[in-house]
């Protein structure tokens, strides 16, 4: 019987030390890993660790939402382990799925982490709904010819406000003053994007 790891996290800058940790503490070799969106299809990690699995085995992770891209993704996993006979253990949620009180704390959490998903796309819906309400352009910024340049720069002499340059030009506070002062913004093809989005937050970068 071996103990099989998976961890994830959903972006390179994030680190996954701390999964690695609780998986290596209850004796998982091999560990599958990988970072990719917890949305994306395709996860390599994923594939090659339900792959290697064998009747017998426990597969752990740190928690629900570190394995599946949906609840129904969860169940179908869940499903194909329990058809492998191969048992889910989730570390932090305390879940065992090989049991009927784990099977139970399994869809009432898996189901809970789908709705909290919906709930953040809703979320983030709304703000692009009112950005755009707003004016706030999406994509990606282009720089200025010198004429634009020079254009600009006479119309904020005149006292033309920032705001006003901002929505004419289609740029940022940051790329008109940078306009301004002389400091000339990225190329086209380096800006990035206008909008992020982090928990249904919406700013604005340059």
């Keep these: 019987m071996a103990h099989i790891g998976y961890a994830r996290v959903s972006s390179v800058g994030q680190s996954l030390a701390v ?62 382990l329990d058809k492998a006979g191969v048992a889910l253990k989730v570390i932090d949620q305390n879940i065992d799925i090989s049991d009927a009180t784990g099977r139970l704390l399994f869809n009432m959490l898996s189901a809970i982490a789908q709705f909290e998903t919906e709930l953040r796309a809703e979320r983030q819906r709304d703000g692009i709904q009112k950005a755009l309400a707003r004016g706030v352009r999406f994509g990606r910024q282009y720089a200025l010819t010198s004429a634009e340049v020079a254009s600009l720069r006479q119309q904020r002499a005149a006292g033309v406000r920032i705001k006003t340059l901002m929505h004419q030009y289609g740029l940022s506070k ?33």
Aim: with cysteine; glycine share 6%.
């Design 19 to 80: 999964q690695l940790d609780k998986l290596q503490a209850v004796g998982c070799d091999p560990i599958f890993q990988e970072k990719a969106s917890g949305t994306r299809e395709e996860r390599i990690a994923l594939t090659e660790c339900l792959r290697y699995i064998r009747k017998g085995d426990i597969l752990f992770i740190t928690r629900l939402d570190r394995l599946a891209r949906s609840t129904l993704h969860l169940c179908q996993i869940a499903a194909q």
């Design 174 to 206: 940051a790329s008109i003053y940078r306009y301004l002062d002389g400091r000339q913004p990225h190329a086209p093809d380096e800006m990035p994007t206008v909008l992020m989005h982090r928990n249904g937050v919406m700013a604005v970068v340059d």
